[in-house]
């Protein structure tokens, strides 16, 4: 089945009570039993619900995976996944990554006894280095937060079936439209699907998809213990969201290449990260790996000064000044005191973040207009 068919009839059937075409909102917190453990399948909602499950298998279908699962926010899908560890395990992760992933680990996680080591997974020799007997995970971003550093999801994959490990992939940058992780090898997929699955600003959501029945299990038993589940009105939007991805993706993709080209050419601006540029350190790995390069990216200024990019920050008119992203109307950010504040400056100014970098979520308005409010705000 081609994507655009898949995106708009995955996980979805006609209501068989009504004929309804969209999947209904079951909004109910239990179920009637026949007798006692004599049900349709359906006991109580923290457990099971009809429009998540509507949800979940379309997850699994357009990751190419056959097991979704939703949560209530990406971080809550992060969650789920780092409880699949017990104290004394190690995790392999990448240096560039969404701040809140960062805090995650750093300040709920670490003090379980669960270990993080950050490296640049842009070179696999480096993952493979950094393993130990200890290692259960490797976690990863591509394209990054917010520095578009791209790593190769088939030779980590490699890497980690040799140790022993998982590999997951937070996804949300790329979505299944551009990429799916589980064809090149990883265990779970993540995304925040509050972004481009969503894409509209209107939800938050996450979900993992994997494809063995055994960790399938283990993270449905994490989903339905602890609770991070979303409500069936928070499903049906993703639902939604996810019938017209595919026709979103292409605008994004459009206008995201318009806008990088637009800011390298700019006589203000010093550097932009963008992974479809051909001399981008993993332009080849991205080419293999993605079906296009997205509408996120990041600048630079040549005048570096953290008063000059704030200005620019506080100048547009069409760019919202916002957290978050993937959404059908354009996001302007400043990662160093919002998404990705959490991160001590130490660490970022170590790994490229530097306090005057601006983050752009190209939306899918008329390039025209971005590109002239970008202009006009650099000044």
Partial sequence: MKLATKYIHAGTEPD????????????????????????????????QNPTRKALEEAYAQIENGKFGLAFSSGVAATDAVIKLLAPGDEVIAANDMYGGTYRL???????????????????????????????????????????????????????AKKAGAWLCVDNTFASPYLKNPLDL?????????????????????GCLV????????????????????????????????????????????????????????HSKVAQV???????????????????????????????????????????THVFALAESLGGVESLINHPASMTHASIPREERIKNGLSDSLIRLSVGIEDIDDLIADIDQAIG
């Fill in 16 to 47: 068989p009570s009504t004929g309804a075409i969209m999947t209904p909102i079951y909004q109910t917190s239990t179920y009637v039993q026949e007798a006692p453990g004599v049900n349709k399948g359906f006991e109580y909602a923290r457990s």
């Fill in 273 to 315: 990260y963008w992974c479809g540029f051909t001399d981008h350190p993993g332009y080849i790995i991205a080419s293999k790996q993605m079906r296009g390069f997205g509408g996120m990216m990041s600048f630079t200024l040549k005048d570096d000064s953290v008063e000059n990019a704030k200005r620019v920050l506080s100048s």
């Fill in 105 to 159: 680990f750093t300040k709920v996680f670490e003090k379980f006894g669960i270990q993080f080591k950050y490296v640049d997974t842009t070179h696999p020799e480096n993952v493979a280095a950094a393993i130990s007997t200890k290692t259960k995970l490797i976690w990863i971003e591509t394209p990054t937060n917010p520095l578009m550093n791209i790593t190769d999801i088939a030779a980590v994959a490699a890497i």
């Fill in 210 to 265: 994997m494809n063995d029945t055994d960790l399938r299990e283990k993270l449905y038993f994490i989903q339905k213990s602890c609770g991070a589940v979303p409500g069936p009105m928070d499903c049906f939007l993703v639902l939604r969201g996810i019938k017209t991805l595919h026709v979103r993706m292409q605008r994004h993709c459009e206008n995201g290449e318009k806008m990088a080209n637009f800011l390298r050419n």
């Fill in 185 to 205: 090898g990883a265990d779970i997929v993540m995304h925040s699907a509050t972004k481009y699955l969503g894409g509209h600003s209107d939800v938050i959501q």
